[in-house]
């Protein structure tokens, strides 16, 4: 059978142990709480427009419609002879080219598009994002708590509140 002396002992050993484990976890959740949120960072958001001038080039286009609008009266006079003329009815057609990129109306007699060049201006944005962060200062401050037994002819309880102060601070 154990002494009762030995079990008041171990009871105020355990209660001394949960008292520090409960001191240890608010400390630390009071040190996470008072942290700051800013850590020097800094956001740089820079934006680039670029400009595209896009050309299509269309050599030979084929009419998709051709129609007759009217016709028109032409006198085309002699070189030789004054009193010879002659009247001519030209018909006067339109075409309408049409692609997927352009539409163009052309109209007289004959007519005919030998070319087309088409000009588009696009754009587009360029986003980039830099993030800068800046190291944090190392702490040179803190609070610390020791407890545990300590034999000085018997066990006895030792505990203490540390407050510590680094001078020298090596980086890792």
């Known amino acids: 059978m154990i002494p009762a002396e030995y ?4 009871a105020r050993i355990g209660g001394i142990f949960i008292v520090f484990l409960l001191a240890v976890i608010g400390l630390i959740t009071i040190d996470r709480c008072n942290k700051k949120n800013d850590t020097g960072t800094e956001i740089i958001v820079q934006v680039d427009t670029l400009y595209l001038h896009d050309t299509i080039r269309i050599v030979k286009p084929v009419p ?43 109209s007289g007699y004959r007519p005919a598009l030998d070319s087309i060049h088409i000009f588009r201006n696009t754009h587009q944005v360029i986003t980039s994002t830099t993030i800068h ?14 407890a545990g037994p300590i034999h000085r002819g018997r066990f006895e309880l030792y505990h203490s509140l540390l407050l510590v102060f680094q001078q020298i601070i090596l980086d890792s």
Not at 76 to 85: A, E, M, S
């Open 7 to 10: 079990i008041k002992l171990y």
């Open 133 to 146: 962060q800046k190291p944090n200062k190392p702490q040179r401050w803190g609070i610390g708590i020791q």
């Open 64 to 106: 998709k419609i051709i129609r007759s609008i009217d016709t028109f009266l032409v006198a085309v006079t002699d070189t030789i002879r004054v009193k010879d003329t002659v009247y001519l009815n030209l018909p006067r057609e339109q075409k309408i080219y049409r692609e997927e990129n352009f539409r163009a109306w052309i």
